[in-house]
């Protein structure tokens, strides 16, 4: 394998689309389009949502700090109903007539004015809320669990120190501001790059077999597996840029939150682009014409928008559909992405994900040297 | 085998359709071989078999004393598709330099030899334009000038002419017989009967078999006829009788 020829093919490949503004377009402003449609019908919709709060806290009356954060609860938000044990009201969340239960441990205000005048032998479970929030919709949970953090933070404000009050949703694993568009943006990114590369790589390979330029270098000292890689360069380099783009995008218009490492996660993605681009030189090979290529479009894109965690978590998903979910690598770019952007992980947490990725795009550009390789 | 192209009873079949059924020839070095058939005759498939881009189904193709496909000898081969093959979003400057670059050209040998080939072709002018940008012909002359870039020892044509104005193709017959006489070897399809008194030898191609092979003159002796188009239609009509 020669680097100088791979690279002929990189730069032939970007010069092809610098000159083409159409498919510029397509890189760049579609997948903005749809990540602004999504983040606007997405943010701050979540209205009225029925929470069941068990209140064990003995404290009544003005001195009472439970109720003072059940006062400062969003009731656009948060539609509050009382039960008086946990067993009931998450009976409530389990039957689905409620989203979330929220439980005071008895002797709150109690504790919480033990621990801040510095009483070390009170638990810190006596002054966690615990929030248990039906997590199988995070465009419901996140705004749930929002609200009642924006009313601890308030009620404790109001008292003028610090007071140790924690909300405990450790089920809910991003962060803890979080809105439904910090869990889809990173996943939007990752179906967008794995959508547009396919596609991308398939037009072009259909366009390298029926305009004749690929028998002009099947014919050349140029090797199948130079060509794949000049494809692959160039489209890892085209994910990078549209990740880019669309990360800046959310995070002016829609205030996502980066936690983590950006490049690590452009990284990902870019792996992620080479792994669509094994795909679509694959397809290529099964598509006599450009409009045959468009019909696997929804082959390639709807599992991954459905089944890869975009909207919901892979738990969520049916337990007969879930392999399905594991044989996507979506799947894994989208976990590994978001666990990025919004956790905070490195590459010490995310390998798996990343091995999984490394191992679609041997296999995947192997395929594509081999079918590429095969004469008639 | 000291000819530089040698075809022996080669076969291709695609799902029982035989586009070459028991094709014999030889081209020698340095010389202009016309292979002239109808629509379907098999001359392509006869040429992308020896550009190692179809495997025979059975016989055998060799390029300069190698078998092919065979990944070495591809350096010194010059295959110009029927197709165009040229990418219609790069100018014709990038087109060139892409070819030169995977042939392994450095900079400058690519824009010397771009000089003279764009002069050869008449496009000095259209250096910067796209492959879009120009007339169909025009795009024709380009597709050949990255044939030649990379000074390959035997040339596959398959139709260089098609499309292009009768002025050009005399002159694109000028330097074809100029290449000759620098020792290149040619193989060269088209369906313009009188372009082919330019080759030194012909072969008559039809339902994948060669029908007849000869010089110009000997073609129209041996059938009494005074052009390749009758004589042509003299050996169909035999073949067609046997
Ligand atoms: N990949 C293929 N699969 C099936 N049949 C094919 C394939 N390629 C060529 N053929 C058939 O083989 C025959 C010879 O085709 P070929 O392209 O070699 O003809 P040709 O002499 O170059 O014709 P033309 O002058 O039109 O270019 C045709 O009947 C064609 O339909
Ligand atoms: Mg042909």
Redesign the pocket.
């Known amino acids: 394998m020669k680097a100088s020829r791979a690279f002929a093919v990189t730069k032939r490949v970007l010069r092809d689309l610098k000159n083409d503004r159409r498919q510029l377009a397509l890189i760049f402003i579609a997948p903005l389009l749809v990540i602004s449609i999504f983040g606007v019908a997405f943010t701050g919709s979540v209205k009225d949502v029925r929470v069941v709060v068990v209140n064990g806290d003995t404290a009544v009356g003005n001195s009472s700090l439970s109720d003072k954060i059940i006062s400062n609860f969003d009731t656009s938000v948060l539609n509050v109903a009382y039960a008086n044990s946990e067993s009931d009201a998450v009976g409530q969340v389990q039957n689905g007539s409620a989203s979330a239960a929220i439980v005071f441990p008895s002797h709150f205000t109690q504790s919480v004015v033990a621990r801040a005048s510095g009483q070390t032998s009170v638990a810190p479970a006596n002054t966690t809320i615990t929030l248990l929030a039906d997590k199988s919709n995070p465009n419901v949970s996140d705004p749930i669990i929002a609200a009642v953090n924006t009313a601890v933070a308030q009620t404790i404000q109001g008292l003028g120190r610090q007071a140790p009050v924690s909300v405990d949703s450790s089920n809910a694993v991003y962060g803890a501001n979080a809105q439904f568009i910090d869990f889809f943006a990173p996943g939007i990114i990752c179906i967008a790059v794995w959508q547009l590369t396919t596609l991308l790589t398939l037009i072009s390979f259909v366009g390298e077999r029926t305009s004749g330029t690929l028998f002009r270098l099947l014919a050349s000292p140029l090797k199948e597996s130079e060509l794949v890689a000049g494809y692959a360069v160039a489209f890892g380099i085209i994910g990078i840029a549209q990740s880019a783009v669309l990360l800046s995008a959310a995070v002016i218009l829609f205030h996502v939150t980066i936690v983590g490492d950006v490049l690590l996660a452009f990284g990902v993605i870019a792996l992620l682009a080479i792994v669509s681009e094994g795909l679509g030189i694959m397809l290529s090979s099964f598509a006599r014409r450009e409009a045959q290529a468009i019909q696997f479009l929804p082959i390639v894109v709807l599992p991954a928008f459905l089944l890869s965690g975009v909207f919901w978590p892979i738990q969520a998903i049916p337990e007969w559909l879930r392999p399905v979910s594991y044989i996507l690598p979506t799947t894994y770019a989208v976990e590994a992405v978001r666990s990025v952007i919004l956790r905070g992980w490195g590459l010490d947490k995310i390998y798996p994900d990343v091995v999984a990725l490394l191992i679609f795009a041997s296999v995947f550009l192997a395929l594509a040297t081999l079918l590429l390789r095969r004469r008639? | 085998m000291k000819d530089d192209v040698c075809i022996r009873n080669l076969e291709k079949d695609?799902?029982g359709?035989k586009?070459v059924n028991n094709l014999s020839l030889r081209v020698k070095h340095g010389e202009i071989y016309g292979l002239l058939?109808?629509?379907?005759?098999?001359?392509?498939?006869a040429i992308r078999i020896l550009c190692g881009l179809l495997r025979p189904s059975s016989g055998e193709a060799y390029v300069l004393g190698t078998k092919v496909p065979d990944p070495g000898v591809v350096q010194n081969i010059g295959y110009m598709p029927?197709e165009l093959a040229l990418y219609r979003n790069l100018t014709v400057h990038e087109n060139l330099a892409f070819y030169g670059e995977v042939f392994g050209l450095s900079k400058q040998q690519i824009e010397t030899r771009e000089q003279a080939l764009l002069k050869l072709v008449d496009l000095e002018t259209s250096r910067n334009l796209l492959i879009d940008e120009l007339s169909g012909g025009m795009q024709h002359r380009i597709s050949l000038a990255c044939t030649l870039l990379h000074q390959p020892q035997v040339l596959f044509l398959d139709e260089p002419t098609v499309g292009v104005d009768p002025d050009l193709r005399a002159s694109f017959w000028r330097y074809f017989e100029e290449l000759r006489d620098a020792g290149i070897t040619m193989l060269i399809?088209t369906?313009y009967m009188d372009e082919a008194r330019h080759c030194d030898r012909i072969g008559f191609?039809r339902g994948g078999r060669l029908i007849a092979e000869g010089s110009a003159r000997e073609l129209l002796e041996l059938t009494h006829t005074d052009s390749l188009e009758d004589a042509f239609l003299v050996y169909s009509r035999t073949e067609e009788l046997q």
């Open positions: 008639e | 695609f799902d359709f586009a058939g109808p629509n379907g005759a098999g001359k392509t498939t029927q399809t369906h191609m």
